[in-house]
């Protein structure tokens, strides 16, 4: 299972919210390069990059903190929020991302990803796949759609999409465990390969998540606030 901390920018900044709420906006650290060396320092070889200001303008609004982490580091960085065109796409990819998560844009224009898809090939492309209450939400969490989590998800595997990462909105920053149920069913109903996201709090709740199916975990507070070490996640690396 792929250990994947997560860095979200706000303003050039590591912040973490909680359930997605802008307003609960706590700043970590100013630099995220330190922050990435550190991680990389440490073994770790991915990052889940998520740009928070562009993913509620839906336009990338970080894109020269991407270039520096992508340039300055050896981690393979999955990049995601404000991708809403071939443009925004490209111009990530051309930053230095590996891979390009599609969330917002996924729901709100299927016929440009499947182009995407066909074109930059799947394996370049994370369907995110963010709910409440089993309801997919967009734009940073702030707008609702009605559709069913797992139904999306089957929706772009019949599309080709094989990395999906899900986030459970209600458990996302809480520091009380990940959405089990949630993640057994979806891997129950699909064939992807799926990476889990929100309320990571403990060691165990990784081994719960490897022995469940999972292909990847996303980290964020419980690394910043010492919940989970770097030295405790030599294990899984």
């Keep these: 299972m792929k250990i994947i901390p997560a860095i979200d ?17 706590k700043i970590y ?12 320092a440490n073994g770790i070889q991915y ?6 200001d562009g993913a509620k303008a839906k336009t990338i609004k970080n894109l020269k903190t991407l270039k520096v982490l992508a340039s300055e580091t050896n981690l393979i960085i999955d990049f995601g929020g404000g991708i809403k065109t071939r443009e925004s796409l490209e111009s990530a ?10 969330g917002s844009i996924a729901v709100e224009n299927l016929e440009l ?3 995407w898809i066909n074109e930059f090939g799947a394996e370049k492309l994370i369907l995110g796949a963010d709910c409440l209450d089993r309801k997919v939400k967009t734009s940073g969490w702030l707008e609702n759609s009605d559709l069913d989590v797992i139904a999306f998800i089957q929706s772009y595997q019949n599309k080709g999409i094989k990395d999906v990462i899900c986030t459970d909105i209600s ?6 465990g990940p959405s089990f149920e949630l993640y057994k069913e979806i891997l129950n109903q699909s064939e992807v390969s799926l990476i889990s996201s929100g309320g990571i709090s ?3 709740d990784l081994e719960d998540l490897k022995e469940l199916g999972c292909s990847g975990a996303i980290i964020g507070k419980a690394l910043y ?8 996640l030599q294990k899984f690396l």
């Design 9 to 25: 920018i706000i303003d050039g900044k590591c912040v973490r919210l909680s359930k997605g709420d802008y307003d609960t906006k």
């Design 29 to 40: 650290h100013e630099n995220p390069l330190d922050i990435a060396k550190e991680y990389e």
């Design 47 to 52: 990052l889940h990059l998520v740009d928070l």
């Design 93 to 102: 990819f051309n930053a230095g991302a590996n891979q390009v998560t599609i």
């Design 113 to 115: 990803c499947i182009d």
């Design 171 to 176: 458990k996302d920053g809480m520091l009380e």
């Design 202 to 204: 403990s060691i165990q």
């Design 225 to 232: 606030e010492g919940k989970i070490t770097l030295k405790e």
